[in-house]
Structures are given as structure tokens and as C-alpha cells.
């Protein structure tokens, strides 16, 4: 290390030592001016977040509070009834665990529920698998957990087969705030129809985490399944973790939620400060602005060198591209906003494309993740007691190094182990960062119109594919002469993808080999 990288690293390294963990930058090229002529715009992101914590209208577009953060500091929700909620619902959720485990809540056909299937997408997903695979241990869990989290009929039939005989020893939770989620519900379905198949009574398996009042609440009331626990409005799906949409598996596999809701409460507490230079979550946030100019021009590439962190990078995905890919600021202006995430783990991204991040393209900077403590077995691997965690911490110190040589630029992140408490730390100083970024570039970080606007097209695509099978009555028609009979001759290719997936799947005959232009198709 060159000493003007040395002075650097010392003037400029975040150390925390309520949370044990600190955030190197010194590997981001901002100027020595940069952190003050940044400081109007911070005070207004500090604001902004001060506000939001008290109760304010965060997100505007759909009028509704953001209130993630007072799931792991109840006292801090602005209303007795909120923080009420809050709590009655965490100790809900510890003596439902509780009673599970014990075998006072089970099947109908055996002892106790020994595992547990969680369907749900998107946030009701991400997070709680990023959790389960970052704190699981199979010596010790409590359940084993499975996920459905995609409407893919394969991919439920295959989480249903490693399920196989244990399918009536199995607890499942469906999750979904408004309770239609397609997705969601195309897994409930499915997983119900086994349940039936296997002569199993799907309600007696079956616990909603939803929103009151919604068609599932609905539903899992009248079906009298096992319980329920709710999801408020003021807690959007990427920022859920915390709520019982994470608690709720992780309490049954076992994991400390007490410790992972601590550590993010800790972390709130630290990085709620209005003391930039030592507040983590705020140089992250400043450090993106700086890299992608404050629109989006770079990358992030998450690099933990941990096995335990590699959902990680997938949960960021959503948190961050969810929340900033944005096409409107809060002026209502067009600026295309976002910041795209990609990455696995270290050391196998040394084998992957960090060939790339060292000689190619320029268009990204890293946030490497350092976790001192190696864990396993320290197995001597070379003489002078080297061992398989030494060549993974110096994988990772040589990566920085060649990155840094050919001009890329990286922060480190280092926390002493991955347990319960470090990933409540992780989740809340990524949460806040988002908050803040957000703050910077004028934008509505806790709403999802493009999601939304994808869901809308489905439908659409969905009810045009009704018309079209029922078109295919008579003679074989082409995929032209099918859109003009449907009246959607302006969607004439959407029509032959919706013929050739009837077709694959047994629901249209094709003719022909020609090209699927002149395919013709009927039933």
C-alpha cells in the first residue's frame, strides 16, 4: 500500500464499533472536497429520513407511511396502536415457532411438522431464502426450509419432489400482501392439488401471511386453516425481512430473530446519526453517487467472500433496483434513474469474471464483503499452517488490489463472522443507504410503477390468450388469421408465441414446418 493510500485509507475508514464492522473507501476516487460540497444534499437526505421515522407520507405516489424501520424498534412507530401491533405480532410469531417445534401445533397424520414450504416472490422470497442460506446449518436447524418463489409449474413439481413422503409432515406458508399475487397463488394452487393428491387436507398444513382483509385472509379464514399473520401496508415487500414475512420461517427453522432484529435496531441507531463521515450507510450512499455520477452510469458488483452471503447479492437486486430504477422524479420529470446489482461470491468469481472487472469494460465498482473469521475446520493446506480461509481472505485482498492497479474502483465492508446479528446489521445498513440515495437523486424510492405496469401487461397477454384458444375452433388458421379473428391484428407476434406455447403444451395442434409464420394451428 502506497503511503498516499495509506493516509487515505486512514482518513477516510468508517469504523463502527457498536455494530463491529467498518467500511473502507479509500478505494472510491471521490476528491477531498467532495464530502463537503456533498453536505447540503446530505442534510436534506438526513431530513428526509428523520421525517419518514416519525410517520410522514415516505411514499407519496401511493399516500402511505414507510415504517420498516420500526419493526425492529417498536417504540419508534408513531402511534400506540402501530407499536402494539408490532409487538404483539413478533412474540405471535416465537410462540407459534415455539409450539410448532414442541409438536402442539401439527399435522393431522403425524407427530410433529419437521419441515416447512414457504411460497411467495419477489420480497415475500428473496429475503427470507437469503436468511434461511445464510444462517441455516443442518446440524442444528429446527426445519428444514423449501421455497417456491416463481410460477413455474417445473420448478414447483421439482421443490415438490424433494418434499416427496415427508409432503404430510410439512408446514406450509403462503405469503402475500394483497393476497392475488399471481405468482403466489399459482403456487398455492398447485402445492394444494398435491396436498389433495396425497390424501392430505391442504388447510390443516397451510398458514397466510397476508394483509387483513384480503382474499387470502379471506380464504385461509374460511378454510380454517392453521393461522395467520399480517402485513401491513407500511412495509413494502423488499424491505420485509423484519416483519413476519422473514420471521416467520426463519423463527421455524430455528434462526435467532431476536439477534438478527437487534443487530438491525443497532445498526438504526448508528447510522440514524447525522455524522456522515461516521455513518456507514450514508457513505455507501454517497459513494454510489459519486461512482455512477448520480445517475445510474456505473454498476454495482457485490463481491462477498463468503458462501453464506451468496443470496445476498440477489436480495440487493431487488432492494436497490426496485427501489431507484425509477423513470420519474419526485417533480415528475423524466430521469431514467437506477443502479444495476450483479454478483455471486468470492473466491469463485475469481474464476468467473473478475478476468472482466480487471481488464474489461469499466463500468462498474465493487462493494466487497470481508468476514474475518474463516469458521470450518482450519485444516492446514500448505505448510506454515496456511489453510483453505487464508487463501479466501487473500483471494480477496489480491482481487482489490489488481481491481484497484487497473483504475476500478471498490469499498470494503468487513464484519467479524455471519451470524444472526451481522445479517440484521447487513439487512438495515442497505435499507438505509437505499433511503438516503434516494433522498440524493429525488426520487420515490418505496413505490414499484414498473412493476405494477409488468403485472397489468400479464393480465392482458393472459385474457388475450383466452380469446385466442377459443378461436381455434374450425379449420387451421394461421397466427394472422387468428389476431384478426380476435380483433388483435396490432398483436400479431403475441398471438403466434401464445399459439406455439398451447401447442407445446398439448392445448393446440400445429401443422406445417414451415417457418412458425405459416404455421397453422387448431385444437
Known amino acids: 500500500m502506497s503511503d498516499q493510500l495509506w493516509q487515505r485509507y486512514q482518513q477516510h475508514l468508517c469504523v ?16 477531498d472536497g467532495y464530502l463537503a460540497k456533498m453536505a447540503p444534499a446530505m442534510a436534506s437526505a438526513y431530513e428526509a429520513m428523520d421525517a419518514l421515522e416519525k410517520g410522514a407520507i415516505a411514499n407519496p405516489d401511493e399516500k402511505r407511511m414507510v415504517g420498516h424501520y420500526w419493526l425492529r424498534a417498536a417504540q419508534l412507530a408513531p402511534t400506540p396502536e402501530l407499536r402494539s401491533a408490532i409487538d404483539s405480532t413478533r412474540n405471535a410469531i416465537k410462540t407459534f415457532a415455539a409450539d410448532v417445534h414442541a409438536g402442539k401445533v401439527k399435522p393431522p397424520t403425524t407427530a410433529k411438522f419437521t419441515r416447512v414450504l414457504s411460497i411467495g416472490i419477489g420480497g415475500s ?38 418434499l416427496g413422503k415427508q409432503l404430510n409432515e410439512t408446514l406450509c406458508l403462503v405469503i402475500s400482501k394483497s393476497g392475488g399475487t399471481p405468482d403466489t397463488r399459482n403456487g398455492m394452487v398447485n402445492v394444494a392439488a398435491a396436498y389433495k393428491s396425497a390424501g392430505l387436507e391442504f388447510a390443516r398444513h397451510a398458514v397466510a401471511i397476508t394483509g387483513a382483509g384480503s382474499h387470502l385472509d379471506k380464504q385461509a379464514v374460511s378454510e380454517k386453516w392453521i393461522t395467520r399473520f399480517p402485513m401491513w401496508d407500511w412495509v413494502g415487500g423488499r424491505t420485509s425481512e423484519l416483519s413476519a414475512v422473514g420471521l416467520v420461517p426463519a423463527a421455524l427453522q430455528g434462526l435467532d430473530i431476536d439477534a438478527m432484529l437487534q443487530g438491525a435496531a443497532d445498526c438504526d441507531v448508528v447510522t440514524r446519526k447525522h455524522d456522515t463521515p461516521r455513518n456507514p450507510s450514508a457513505l455507501m450512499a454517497l459513494m454510489w453517487y459519486h461512482a455512477t455520477d448520480g445517475h445510474g452510469k456505473k454498476d454495482l458488483v457485490m463481491l462477498p467472500y463468503k458462501d453464506r452471503l451468496l443470496l445476498f447479492s440477489r436480495y440487493l437486486q431487488q432492494l436497490l433496483m426496485e427501489s431507484l430504477g425509477k423513470r420519474l422524479n419526485l417533480k415528475g420529470e423524466r430521469v431514467d434513474q437506477g443502479i444495476a446489482v450483479y454478483g455471486n461470491k468470492g473466491s469463485t468469481d475469481q474464476h468467473a469474471y473478475v478476468q472482466q472487472l480487471r481488464d474489461g469494460v469499466n463500468n462498474f465498482f465493487v462493494t466487497f464483503i470481508r468476514v474475518l473469521e474463516s469458521g470450518g475446520e482450519a485444516v492446514e493446506v500448505e505448510p506454515g499452517g ?30 467479524p463472522r455471519v451470524d444472526a446479528r451481522t445479517v440484521g446489521i447487513l439487512i438495515a445498513l442497505f435499507e438505509r443507504a437505499v433511503g438516503f440515495y434516494g433522498s440524493l437523486i429525488n426520487i420515490n424510492a418505496y413505490h414499484q410503477p414498473g412493476v405494477e405496469a409488468g403485472k397489468k401487461a400479464a393480465a392482458a397477454v393472459l385474457a388475450l390468450q383466452g380469446k385466442v384458444a377459443a378461436a381455434l375452433t374450425g379449420a387451421p388458421q394461421t397466427a394472422e388469421q387468428i389476431a384478426a379473428r380476435v380483433g ?28 412458425p409464420t405459416l404455421a397453422t394451428f387448431a385444437t
Open 386 to 415: 496456511i489453510t483453505a480461509g487464508d487463501y479466501l481472505h487473500g483471494f480477496l485482498l489480491g482481487t482489490r488490489e489488481a481491481l484497484f492497479g487497473n483504475d476500478r474502483q471498490s469499498m470494503t465492508l468487513t464484519v
Open 125 to 162: 422470497a428473496l429475503g427470507p431464502m437469503f436468511v434461511s442460506d445464510a444462517l441455516g446449518d443442518p446440524r442444528t436447524d429446527k426445519m428444514q426450509v423449501h421455497f417456491i418463489d416463481n410460477t413455474d409449474p417445473d420448478g414447483i413439481a421439482r421443490v415438490l419432489a424433494r
Open 16 to 31: 463502527s464499533p457498536s455494530l463491529n464492522l467498518s467500511l473502507d473507501i479509500s478505494r472510491m476516487t471521490f476528491d
Open 488 to 515: 388483435a391484428t396490432d398483436s400479431i407476434e403475441t398471438v403466434l408465441a401464445l399459439l406455439e406455447h398451447l401447442s407445446a403444451n398439448g392445448r393446440a395442434r400445429r401443422s406445417g414446418d414451415e417457418s
